[in-house]
């Protein structure tokens, strides 16, 4: 199995499953039933709303949630107490705290054995299904699809850790 692939250790993506979970019973009174883990060497087929958020300092990467509109929309309106009809601001702002909060509990679990903090960046937000999000090549995204209550949704997670280029940059030349 190839070296990227070795180090997504469980004790790597088990903290964003676990967070996601927690979200869901704590703060959405729901349970996230997680389905099958999924490799791809490319950015996996995007539902209609994808949250994502930057991870750097000796994990370096990328956290995905990706939704139909439905189930953005569930889960909004269950956050807030409200009927959601539509994708707005609010959603858009709900959606991009939902990825800051999977992605914050996962780096205080995981920043136990990484050797320094992780730091977050702030979520970014994209709608619709016709885009495309550059990363270094021959990354690989572990895909978690999860089903609730509110809809089905999946967690896309990519990341490098210090193992993987032996405390190197991510940088790679052309030659």
Do not use: C
């Not at 349970?31 to 930057?54: K, M, Q």
């Not at 977050?120 to 990354?139: A, E, F, I, N």
């Not at 690989?140 to 209550?149: G, I, R």
């Amino acid at each position: 199995m190839d070296k990227k692939i070795d180090s997504m250790k469980a004790e790597y993506i088990n903290p964003f499953i676990e967070s996601v979970r927690e979200l869901f019973s704590t703060m959405l009174n729901s349970n996230a039933e997680r389905g099958d883990v999924d490799v791809y060497w490319e950015v996996p087929p995007s539902s209609d709303i994808v949250a994502l958020i930057g991870l750097s300092g000796p994990m370096r990467g990328t956290v995905a949630l990706s939704f139909p509109v439905g189930t953005a929309l569930s889960l909004v309106g269950r956050m807030l107490g409200v009927d959601v009809r539509v994708v707005d601001d609010t959603v858009r702002d709900g959606i991009a705290e939902v990825v800051n909060i999977v992605a914050g509990s996962a780096k205080g679990k995981l920043h136990k054995g990484m050797g320094g903090p992780i730091d977050l960046s702030l979520p970014t937000v994209v709608r619709g299904t016709d885009y495309q999000v550059g990363y270094p090549s021959r990354t690989a995204w572990l895909e978690v699809p999860f089903t609730s209550d509110l809809g089905a949704f999946s967690l896309r997670v990519t990341f490098e850790t210090p193992d993987d280029t032996g405390g190197a940059s991510n940088e790679s030349s052309d030659s």
